[in-house]
């Protein structure tokens, strides 16, 4: 079982199973297969005339730091309460043949964490992945690579918040040596190690958790092997964290 993200199948460090391997090599066949066509398609004299056609949004094509400039900036249009009008009908026009979002997000499921609003958003900007806790299981870790490796999103965002519901429950469940009902123990599986490295720590016990949930979180996306470790390492994603506060609205980012 891992210990930073308490899933005994997790893909990251020198660890890699099948399923990592067949979506890797699936990746890589892909990216040879374009050559291959391309070869083609010089053989053919009408197809040498034909431009590569433009991402959907260009002005989502951005460097990591830009990435996450323009996110925090949109946070601040949130917090002020100064949303942008989106054309929602010419967005979904521009985006009926694909997407190119700016920046992944892996946040809480709480109802009350809307990273779309969070950020002031318009469609086909924000590759959002939620679940209770923002746990990084191999789902959306599969996800998080298919954004970063098919669609070129250059930052992810670990998102995690104030009142964390499923902190809470994991937090009482092991104080209390309770077995919650259902599929739940499970989620307390993967957020146990994060209570255990705050034990001891000054502060609010549910707050650190989360926090270092968080921490926990971003460190098995940066090192998830083979893809998200390779981007990382040719610096063309940058996964970092964040707490929303439920108050002001307001996204703190934390190392």
Same mark, same amino acid.
């Given at each position: 079982?891992?210990? $930073?993200?308490?899933?005994? +199948? ?17 990746? $890589? ?13 010089? /053989?053919?004299? =009408?197809?040498?005339? /034909?431009?590569?056609? =433009? ?19 949109? &946070? ?25 979002? @700016? ?18 958003? !318009?469609?086909? +900007? ?7 806790? &923002?746990?990084?299981?191999? @789902? ?28 809470? !429950? ?5 104080? +209390? ?26 502060? +609010? ?23 998200? !470790?390779?981007?990382?390492?040719? /610096? ?20």
């Amino acid at each position: 079982m891992c210990q $930073a993200c308490g899933f005994a +199948d997790i893909i990251h460090g020198s660890k890699m199973r099948r399923r990592a391997f067949v979506f890797g090599a699936a990746a $890589a066949g892909a990216l040879t297969a374009v050559p291959g066509a391309n070869a083609k398609a010089r /053989k053919s004299p =009408s197809k040498q005339t /034909k431009k590569p056609s =433009s991402p959907p949004k260009p002005e989502n094509v951005l460097t990591p730091d830009e990435a996450l400039a323009r996110l925090m900036e949109g &946070n601040k249009r949130y917090q002020q309460g100064l949303a942008r009008r989106h054309d929602f009908a010419a967005e979904r026009e521009a985006l009926v043949g694909g997407q190119n979002p @700016y920046a992944a997000i892996l946040s809480c499921a709480d109802s009350r964490i809307a990273p779309e609003y969070a950020f002031d958003s !318009s469609r086909g +900007d924000l590759f959002v992945v939620r679940v209770a806790g &923002n746990v990084a299981n191999p @789902y959306n870790i599969a996800s998080l690579e298919y954004a970063v490796e098919v669609l070129k999103t250059p930052l992810i965002l670990v998102l995690c918040h104030e009142a964390c519901g499923a902190v809470k !429950s994991a937090i009482s469940s092991i104080q +209390d040596h309770t077995t919650l009902p259902g599929h739940l123990p499970s989620l307390v599986a993967a957020l146990t190690p994060a209570v255990e490295a705050v034990r001891g720590r000054q502060g +609010d016990l549910q707050e650190n958790a989360t926090v270092e949930n968080a921490r926990m979180c971003a460190t098995t996306l940066e090192t998830a092997t083979p893809l998200l !470790s390779a981007a990382v390492n040719e /610096k063309r994603v940058k996964v970092v964290s964040g707490i929303y506060r439920l108050a002001d609205g307001r996204v703190d980012l934390f190392a």
